[in-house]
Each structure stands twice: as structure tokens, then as C-alpha cells.
């Protein structure tokens, strides 16, 4: 098995940090100057680098492009004030990382690798993490299989990588939500507790024809009755419905367990909320928007923190909300932002030091 010391470094010549500026960064689109990669061959771990940013030589029989085993996860790191930079959790998405590899009949990364590759790579890039306020370096660990061959059977090889890309302020306007009753993202005894690609594939057609009836996003229903909420899109999803936080259990595997999802529970219980994660009906949400007491609906996810929803449509039944009055969300957005930011004590050990 591999240890730290035997993740090979090879820098870059010269960085492209100074052609880029990190104010206002579009999501996703610019890469750190380096990057992790690490082989799995005849049943082990080997060949781990940390190289220069660059293209995959990959041949066209690649299992992956054929038969979509590929998984991965999404963390960020922040910088305080003084210039140091701590990850968000990151223990958690490697749990998850290894939970969605078992399903997809992948092999195990070991900790070693994940957390410490990861750390690595950080350190060698830190001048690129952002300082400014709602600015964070985005992580990618993701892992493919990578045999040369397109007999349907578990690949023999994957690839295991990082890449970092620092982030802007993720502007998310309140969404206009449209409830799902045709498709589906996720059924019991399916993948949809993993972080798969596929997953991601498959919920594409349905988003966009939401978004052709002038919806941002679907809220994702069971399989069976399409009665039982489940996601929002690619967030976890919360309802303030008079003292109660309800966010949908897990228990059904069909939701992905959000790191995000378990921070805002701990913070809404430090609000005084009472958290319950229960089974949820489209017609108890409608209750409570007829009773008045559907304070608020949001989304939680690493990318966005909190996203507000301001309008939920079921069938002809449209629920709005006027967000702009809204204490909760924007509460536990902030408290969330104050822990990764090091502004408060990190009571939880949830900040990871590079
Ligand atoms: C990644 C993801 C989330 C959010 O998880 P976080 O750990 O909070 O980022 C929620 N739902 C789905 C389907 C996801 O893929």
C-alpha cells in the first residue's frame, strides 16, 4: 500500500496563477497548477503523483466512457484571515467516497491517499485558494475505471485523481422549483445514496424540461406514488415548517447524505430548532403552506451552502414565499460561513488545517 512519503511531487516549471485573477472566479472552469493521480492495478494502489495540471492519454475502449463506473465528490477548502487554509469536513466526503465506490463495485481508496494526497496538493497550491469574503478553493477527488476493454464485467484498473479549482461567489438567485411527477432521480435498491456520474447523467432531461416550463430545478419525488419529497436538483432539501426542521430520512437510499445536510442540521439545532429527518408528503407541505406555517424551503449543498426557494409548483398548485424576509436560511448560511471562514471557534472539528 502506498504511504504519504511515496506520492511522487513534480512541480510545475511556472505557475499560471499570475495570468489569472481569483476575484469574481467562474465555478468550475480554471484548474489549480497541479493535480493527484494514482493508479489501481492487479489489486493494488500504485504509481501515485502529484504532476502538473495536464490532459489524460486515455484509449477509446476506456471502461468508464462504456459502462459508467465513475464516482466523486466535491469539498472545500477556505482561507482565514491570516492567510491559512482548512478544508470543510473533508473525513466525511472521503467516508462517502469510499461508500459510493463499494456500490459501483469499485475498489477502496485508502485514507492514506485521499486525506493526505489531498493535503498535498493543497499545500503545493495554496496561493491558489481565495481570501476574498464567499471565495474558497472547490475539490474534486473523482475515480474511473480505466481498463482497456468493453466486456460488460468490473474493470481491473481505475484511475483515483484531485484537481482544484478555486472558486467566486456562487451567485444563486432564490429558485422557482417544479415538482417532479414523471421522472425519477432515485429508487430503493438503486444508486442514488452515491455519488455517481451517472446520477448526474440521468436527472439532466428532466431538469431541462423544468426549465422549459421556466423552472430553475425539480424537486425529486419517490418512484412509486411521486408523492414522498426526496432532492432538490442536486441539494439536499429543508423545510421550516413552524418550530420543525424537516429534511427526508435516509433510510430508502435514494437520497445522497449531504455533507451540508448534517452541518445545517447541527446548526438548526443550535438555533433551537427541532430537526426531525422523516419521510415528507407533497401534501403536508401543502398542509402547512395552507396553514400558514411553511416559513421557509431551501436547498443545501457544498457548491451554493444554502440555495432559497421561492416558488414550489405541484401539479396546478403553485406556493410562494417572499425570501427576502426569511431569518432562518440566511442564518444558518452565515453561522456555516463563520466556521469555514474562521471567524468562530471550530467547536465541531470540522476545519482540517493544511
Ligand atoms: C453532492 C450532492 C448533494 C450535496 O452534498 P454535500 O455533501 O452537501 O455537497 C446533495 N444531493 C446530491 C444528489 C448530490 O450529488
Not at 5 to 23: A, G
Not at 46 to 68: C, R, T, V
Not at 156 to 183: A, D
Not at 270 to 282: A, C, N, P
Request: hydrophobic share 40%; proline share 5%; net charge negative.
Amino acid at each position: 500500500m502506498i504511504a504519504a512519503e511515496n506520492i511522487n511531487v513534480t512541480k510545475v516549471e511556472q505557475s499560471k496563477l499570475k495570468d489569472i485573477n481569483l476575484e469574481n472566479i467562474p465555478f468550475g472552469k480554471y484548474f489549480t497548477d497541479h493535480m493527484l493521480e494514482v493508479d489501481y492495478e492487479d489489486g493494488e494502489w500504485k504509481n501515485a503523483e502529484i504532476k502538473p495540471y495536464q490532459p489524460l492519454l486515455l484509449d477509446p475502449s476506456l471502461a468508464a466512457l462504456h459502462y459508467g463506473q465513475a464516482i466523486f465528490e466535491g469539498i472545500k477548502a477556505y482561507k482565514n484571515e491570516a492567510g491559512e487554509v482548512s478544508i470543510f469536513r473533508p473525513i466525511d466526503n472521503f467516508k462517502r467516497f469510499n461508500i459510493s465506490a463499494e456500490r459501483m463495485q469499485m475498489p477502496q481508496v485508502p485514507e492514506e491517499i485521499f486525506m493526505e494526497g489531498m493535503r498535498m496538493l493543497i499545500e503545493l497550491d495554496k496561493n491558489w485558494v481565495p481570501q476574498q469574503v464567499d471565495h474558497s478553493l472547490y475539490i474534486r477527488p473523482f475515480m474511473f475505471s480505466s481498463d482497456h476493454m468493453i466486456g460488460v464485467r468490473p474493470s481491473e484498473k481505475y484511475k483515483f485523481m484531485i484537481i482544484l479549482s478555486p472558486t467566486g461567489p456562487y451567485y444563486n438567485s432564490p429558485m422557482r422549483i417544479y415538482v417532479e411527477e414523471h421522472y425519477v432521480r432515485a429508487v430503493p435498491g438503486g444508486v442514488g445514496y452515491a455519488k455517481a456520474a451517472g446520477n448526474y447523467g440521468g436527472a439532466m432531461y428532466a431538469t431541462a424540461q423544468a426549465k422549459l416550463k421556466g423552472y430553475d430545478q425539480v424537486l425529486w419525488t419517490d418512484a412509486f406514488e411521486h408523492k414522498y419529497v426526496q432532492e432538490c436538483g442536486t441539494m439536499n432539501v429543508f423545510f421550516i415548517i413552524g418550530n420543525t426542521a424537516i429534511t427526508p430520512d435516509l433510510k430508502e437510499g435514494t437520497i445522497l447524505a449531504g455533507v451540508t445536510r448534517d452541518s445545517t442540521m447541527v446548526m438548526l439545532k443550535d438555533m433551537g430548532f427541532d430537526v426531525q429527518e422523516k419521510s415528507l408528503s407533497i401534501d403536508d407541505v401543502i398542509s402547512a403552506y395552507n396553514a400558514g406555517i411553511l416559513y421557509e424551503v431551501f436547498g443545501t449543498g457544498t457548491a451554493a451552502t444554502i440555495s432559497m426557494i421561492k416558488e414550489l409548483r405541484y401539479k396546478d398548485f403553485v406556493m410562494e414565499f417572499d425570501v427576502d424576509s426569511w431569518k432562518t436560511a440566511p442564518e444558518v448560511k452565515s453561522r456555516l460561513n463563520a466556521i469555514r471562514y474562521g471567524q468562530v471557534p471550530d467547536n465541531h472539528g470540522w476545519m482540517q488545517k493544511i
